[in-house]
């Protein structure tokens, strides 16, 4: 689906589209729903090559998973080289019947661009383009190259994206010196923060063992439920940390308990538990691990619900790679985009390391990232939006940076 939807209001402004929203149309009438990449490199190549820059498009796969096309193109062989990172895969849409607009058709009413991806992320990589492109157009110039790494799988499972185009580039000696990744960071308005950092993230499955029997003879049996119950509890009661300067308070969700017991008169032999841990600086992903053993530990040792029983028998699975925590302490690259905002937006940025985890968990080990992007109200919902005014101020402030970066890197 790449047009309007029948019985939708297609109408848009009269007004001509600005040339980030002209950009960010184009891109979201491509349905780039994670791994799929709907036409929306083929958008932004054609126009990136016609701006100068030396676009490589990659396929990378690995097992278990599928293939992800990704982007990379450079303007300039100088270095520094600033990097703009983003990518235009999308979340599925959901009901597609509860929307008001068609969900790939990037209608335009009351001030707002309508789409899939207007905000999460297509609308950040609209405006960086939006701000290069009139930049060349005014003749300015850049002491250094200028760059941007698209990614098709931000949204999925994150292995055939960004971590492997960074692995690519390392192979063949392309050098990022700092990074600027467009996820929507604005809580409520532009300029309310910028992201310097994110909690690490765990994700795993208990699966606690019991055993099966009727449910008029509980003494023949011991309820799996039981144990999985008083381990939740103490994963869940008691606090990890009370924050630090730089990051909230690690907390740990359950997010369910499976039985796999459709029957109403039999004990459960096992129950299920998976959860999501983001931790804080307190912790290594090592020493978070650590800690949730010992609480399951301590769980499977009550004997609360099962008086008179051994500890309850438990194993853990996490899954693979774990999101590291880490903090972006580069005042060069933090520093200009906050003067950035602040001249275009006449707001301090709040240097925030909440939400959840994003690419930048893997560029932090190839160089300095700084998350800026737009408001993040509506993203993954129905009806996502934008505000065309904020597609301006957006590409106004990257604009800003990028002169704001390469003055102070010549000059340093």
């Known amino acids: ?51 100068g820059f030396a676009v490589e498009r990659r396929t990378s796969s690995a097992p278990n998973t599928p293939d992800v096309e990704n982007l990379y193109a450079r303007l300039g062989t100088e270095s520094p080289n600033l990097c703009f990172a983003g990518h235009t895969d999308v979340v599925p849409v959901g009901d597609e019947a509860a929307w008001s607009a068609p969900p790939f058709g990037a209608e335009v009413r009351d001030g707002f661009m309508y789409g899939r991806g207007a905000v999460d992320m297509k609308g950040g990589i609209a405006c960086f383009i939006a701000a290069v492109e009139e930049r060349l157009a005014a003749g300015k110039d ?31 000696g392309e050098v990022i010196d700092v990074c600027v990744l467009g996820e929507p960071t604005n809580p409520d308005m532009m300029g309310d923060a910028i992201k310097i950092g994110r909690r690490g993230s765990i994700s795993g499955e208990i699966l606690v063992h019991g055993v099966q029997g009727h449910a008029a003879y509980p003494h023949l049996a011991d309820n799996a439920s039981r144990g999985a119950t008083a381990i939740a509890h103490v ?38 538990l998976c959860f999501n841990v983001r931790f804080n600086d307190t912790y290594t992903a090592d020493s978070m691990k650590a800690e949730i053993e010992r609480r399951c530990a301590l769980g499977a040792a009550n004997t609360d619900l099962r008086p008179g029983r051994d500890p309850v028998k438990f194993e853990i699975e996490y899954q693979a790679r774990p999101s590291h925590v880490f903090l972006t302490r580069d005042e060069a690259l ?22 959840g985890t994003s690419d930048g968990r893997f ?32 590409t106004a402030i990257y604009d800003r940076f990028i002169d704001t970066y390469f003055e102070r890197a010549a000059s340093s």
């Not at 002209?22 to 701006?51: N, Y």
């Open 1 to 51: 689906m790449t047009g309007p939807l029948l019985g939708f209001n297609t109408s848009s402004m009269s007004e001509p589209l600005s040339l980030p929203a002209q950009i960010l149309r184009d891109l979201i009438r491509c349905p780039s729903v994670t791994p799929e990449e709907g036409g929306a490199l083929d958008v932004l190549q054609e126009r990136l090559e016609r701006l």
């Open 142 to 172: 850049a002491t250094g190259s200028i760059s941007l790494l698209i990614t098709g799988d931000e949204e999925g499972p994150a292995i055939n994206g960004t971590r492997a185009v960074l692995e690519w580039l390392a192979e063949k």
């Open 235 to 272: 994963l869940m009661a008691e606090p990890y940390d009370e924050g630090t300067n730089d990051f909230q308070p690690t907390n740990l969700e359950v997010t369910s308990i499976d039985l796999d017991n459709p029957a109403f008169n039999v004990v459960p032999a096992k129950a299920r």
């Open 334 to 355: 933090v520093d200009a985009l906050s003067v950035a905002v602040s001249d275009v937006t006449g707001r301090k940025a709040e240097l925030s390391t909440g939400g």
């Open 363 to 394: 560029i932090k080990d190839v160089c300095p990232v700084a998350e800026f992007g737009l408001v993040g109200q509506t993203m993954h919902q129905v009806d996502e939006r934008v505000a065309l005014e904020d597609l301006e101020t957006l």
